[in-house]
């Protein structure tokens, strides 16, 4: 082999500079209410925690709006980073239409503010746009924990290789909702006891959160992208002090928000106000709260 084809193939850094600089750059969400309060990195998982109805999932399709949406097509600047999404749906509530009405909204008021165009014309570009950015979203449903756990690593040995080979590249993996397949008290239960049992016996097995837990730091290690997951907390958790998480869960997380609903908009007109929603940061503890409304075309607006 020549010293040119040697230089090409020489690496620019080593997997530890790599995993060092992963965590030194900084990226942002794409979505302003995040955005505001902290800072994202690549190895970032951000867990977004709150009652139903609190804007959890709005979050995700934001995210994943913003990722799978081009930066430049047809001349127009669509300020998105066209890169591929990793939706795991664990609930089955993935709404194909809100992401979809999410992304034209998008694009039909971007291509409104560039250009003076007829509506027919307007609409085509529309579809056509959206056409090709749903295929760089890739919803996965998952009935149970076994097929997540599954999924997860099919990711890494077949899709993912298959993407990097074709010159895709990732944005984020999306998690939504990470309480489905287990009773959170139960699972903290079958982790002290299999923790428990390892002591005398190093053949036991691990629980399946350790599983998963182990197996999403595999994925994001290869990938390296930030993921986002969604977390339904129980309305009745106040009154039931017994509730928590498995700490092997909470510590896997490195960035951790609380979601709840304030209440109605009081400046807008009785028949159209929407619910504010507010998110707070509880790791890193941050000082700064947001107060937020989910528009009617879709997506998170912050608001006073």
């Known amino acids: 082999m020549d010293e ?29 209410v995040l955005d505001r309060c902290t800072a994202f990195h690549r190895s970032d998982v951000v867990e977004l925690s709150g009652v139903v109805g609190s804007g959890k999932t709005e979050f995700l399709y934001s995210v994943a709006v913003s990722c799978i949406l081009p930066r430049v097509a047809n001349g127009v600047d669509f300020g998105g980073r066209g890169q591929h999404v990793i939706f795991l749906d664990l609930d089955y509530k993935f709404d194909i239409f809100r992401v979809s009405n999410l992304l034209q909204h998008r694009i039909q008021s971007t291509l409104r503010a560039s250009r003076s165009a007829g509506s027919t014309k307007l609409n085509v570009e529309i579809v056509e746009i959206v056409t090709q950015t749903f295929e760089r979203l890739h919803v996965f449903r998952c ?3 076994f097929q997540f756990l599954a999924t997860l690593k099919s990711l890494s040995i077949d899709f993912l290789p298959t993407l990097y080979s074709e010159g895709g590249s990732l944005g984020a993996i999306l998690v939504d909702d990470i309480s489905s397949y287990w009773d959170v008290q139960k699972e903290l239960k079958e982790y002290r006891r299999s923790a428990s049992r390892r002591h005398s016996s190093s053949k036991e097995g691990t629980s399946t959160l350790e599983s998963i837990r182990k197996t999403l730091e595999e994925l994001q290690t290869l990938c390296q992208v930030p993921i986002f997951v969604t977390r339904r907390v129980p309305r009745a958790v106040r009154e039931n002090p017994s ?43 941050l000082h700064t709260e947001v107060n937020f409304v989910i528009e009617k075309g879709g997506g998170v607006q912050s608001c006073s």
């Open 243 to 285: 509730y928590e998480l498995n700490a092997l869960w909470t510590d896997f997380t490195t960035k951790s928000a609380s979601l709840g609903i304030l209440g109605k908009q009081p400046s807008i007109a009785a028949p159209c106000r929407p619910n504010v929603r507010r998110i707070s940061w509880v790791k890193p503890e």
């Open 4 to 32: 040119a084809t040697l230089a090409l193939l020489k690496p620019d850094e080593s997997l530890g500079q790599y995993l060092s600089r992963s965590k030194k750059d900084k990226i942002e969400s794409g979505v302003p």
């Open 143 to 145: 009935e149970n924990s």
